[in-house]
């Protein structure tokens, strides 16, 4: 089971603000989730690797090849604010 | 009570490659901002990145030149955190299954020589650049450095002071710029350290609490960080206080370090396999290719000064502590084609003070490697003197003129012509008959008085061996 400390604390992860009833929901269905996964400790897994990816695809790569860049006003288009090329956001340390 | 300071390093280098990590955006260094970005490296919804195959060469490259086991398989993760300069929110790194672990370098100083381990070496991307310069305070992101492909090298916490500290770094400088990883150019923040310090009193096992000071570009601010914050560790526990795990900021300016966040605030980065990309698995034959690449690393370059020409070591590890310096070197002594010691005493010399007066390093040279080998020939042959050919060198490092030239422009051709100096040192006994009465009475000292005022009287440009044969004819 988790708690709604647990809850609070995913959520102050994943920058989310949630209201007290949203926190008891939260904490009821996602408690449900992990339940409800929690099945899956019962297959013995000893012998098996782990899954880095679930294709069976190892190695992909590209050459070092330079190819054109996006046009700095396309980048810039969906930008909630800009300045002098750049985005724009709340200042930070 | 005696402390011991305990430092780990976290070194991250720029590749050397021309472009980012999982897009085809250049590397380049200076455009306008936002020029070198496309929907990959800002992690726009549907953009799928893609692994450069140089970086994954250019990792094993390090690893192997740092003694570390290159993991055949090793995979991507996503470390998540929030942060302007991180486009999507998370960055691509490496998290238990690192490309290179379980390495480690030598270090030579005063205490002899020591090794220091290096835990691992993996693949990540840079973050972008936030300015501070908008007028109205608010923060500018620009994301050309997004996505660059970097590599983190941690060691061992095997550094007990700010010097090993230095020494360290600096070999891992050198041995990037001899592989070519990395150009490591620091001005531009391609090579970044992060100190973890703790201090404990001498002879006591358990380890202190350690702080974190990140993004550190210049070795003299390693050096001054590590310094202030193991002295400041020191006095909290000398003054019954506790060290609190945090990370700190490293202040160039005013050589200070303040608090930046504490634990309680540290990241919980839910690292997870990224999905977007597969493992990268090393067959044994494509690392042993690798290794075949691999060029004479800085150790055993010093060692063949040191075994095939007679340098001394101290000088054999300085001059190959830098490529560029190591290249220079190695041209002057081919075109000289005379002792390399004698190249050596130079540089160790006369290049290095230019170094300390000008901040300078070996890439800055104004002149190739074959002008300084033409002005050593030029001292061997008598057309110069000794003390005339550290006044032209001088004068070269400024302007990049060629010796011979210079030696004509500042007037320093050392008179050997036996008539001309004959003349000279008949006035200059004229002048000094005490000294010449003197020297016939026995006192010979007075010999180097005269050779002086020959000395002085041709500005420094008469032969001395000859001036002091021809005085002892006369006298």
């Known amino acids: 089971m988790i708690t709604k400390e647990d809850v609070e604390y995913v959520a102050g992860l994943a920058r989310l603000e949630l209201s007290g009833q949203e926190k008891e929901e939260f904490t009821k269905t996602l408690g449900n989730i992990l339940e409800y996964v929690k099945q899956l400790e019962e297959v013995d897994t000893s012998s098996v690797q782990p899954t880095a990816h679930i294709l069976p695809l190892i190695n992909v790569y590209r050459d070092d090849e330079v190819e054109p860049s996006t046009d700095r006003e396309r980048i810039l288009a969906n930008a909630p604010e800009k300045l002098n090329g750049c985005f724009k956001v709340p200042r930070v340390i | ?312 070591e101290y000088d054999a590890g300085v001059i190959t502590a830098s490529r560029p310096m190591a290249v220079f070197f190695e041209e002057c002594v081919k075109s000289y084609g005379g002792d390399p010691k004698t190249v050596s005493n130079w540089v160790m010399g006369e290049l290095m003070r230019l170094f300390n007066e000008k901040g300078a390093g070996a890439e800055d040279i104004p002149f190739p490697a074959v002008y300084m080998a033409d002005l050593l020939k030029l001292v061997d042959d008598g057309t110069v003197s000794g003390s005339a050919a550290k006044r032209v060198f001088t004068e070269m490092f400024e302007t990049g003129e060629q010796p011979k030239k210079l030696v004509e422009r500042l007037g320093l051709l050392q008179i050997s012509d036996e008539e001309a100096l004959t003349g000279i040192i008949k006035r200059v006994m004229e002048k000094n008959p005490q000294s010449v009465e003197d020297y016939r009475a026995g006192t010979k000292k007075a010999l180097g008085f005269l050779v002086g005022q020959t000395m002085k009287e041709t500005k420094g440009k008469a032969n001395p061996a000859l001036v002091n044969n021809i005085l002892k004819k006369l006298l």
Not at chain 2, 291 to 308: G, I, M, S, T
């Open chain 2, 1 to 312: 009570m005696n402390y011991e300071t305990v430092i780990g390093l976290e070194i991250h280098a720029e590749l050397a490659t021309n472009t980012k990590i999982f897009c085809g955006c250049t590397t380049a260094f200076g455009d306008k901002e936002n020029t070198h970005c496309c929907p990959v490296c800002l992690g726009l919804p549907g953009a799928l990145p893609v692994l450069n195959k140089k970086v994954i060469e250019y990792a094993v490259k390090a690893g192997l030149a740092t003694n570390c086991q290159i993991n055949g398989f090793s995979k991507l993760d996503r470390k998540n955190y929030f942060y302007p300069d991180l486009p999507k929110a998370y960055q691509i790194s490496q998290y238990d299954q690192p490309l290179c672990e379980e390495g480690y370098l030598d270090i030579k100083g005063d205490f002899g020589s020591k090794r220091i381990g290096i835990t691992r070496i993996h693949i990540e991307e840079d973050a972008g650049k936030l300015l501070h310069e908008a007028e109205d305070g608010s923060t500018l992101v620009d994301y050309n450095r997004g996505g660059v492909p970097l590599i983190e090298i941690v060691s061992e916490p095997d550094l007990r002071s700010a010097e090993e500290a230095r020494l360290y770094a600096e070999k891992i400088k050198a041995i990037l710029e001899y592989t070519e990883v990395s150009d490591c150019r620091m001005q531009e923040g391609s090579l970044r350290f992060d100190v973890n310090l703790s201090v404990r009193p001498e002879g006591n096992s358990v380890l202190g609490t350690r702080t974190e000071m990140k993004n550190l570009n210049s070795f003299r601010a390693l050096v001054n960080a590590i310094e202030d914050e193991s002295k400041r560790q020191i006095e909290v526990l000398e003054s019954g206080g506790e060290v609190v795990q945090e990370t700190r900021k490293w202040d160039d300016v005013t050589g200070k370090n303040t608090s930046l966040r504490s634990k309680e605030e540290a990241h919980d980065y839910r690292y997870f396999p990224e999905p977007d990309l597969v493992p990268v698995v090393l067959e044994e034959e494509y690392i042993e290719r690798i290794r075949k690449e691999l060029p004479e690393l800085p150790d055993k370059r010093a060692k063949r000064y040191v075994e095939e020409w007679g340098l001394p």
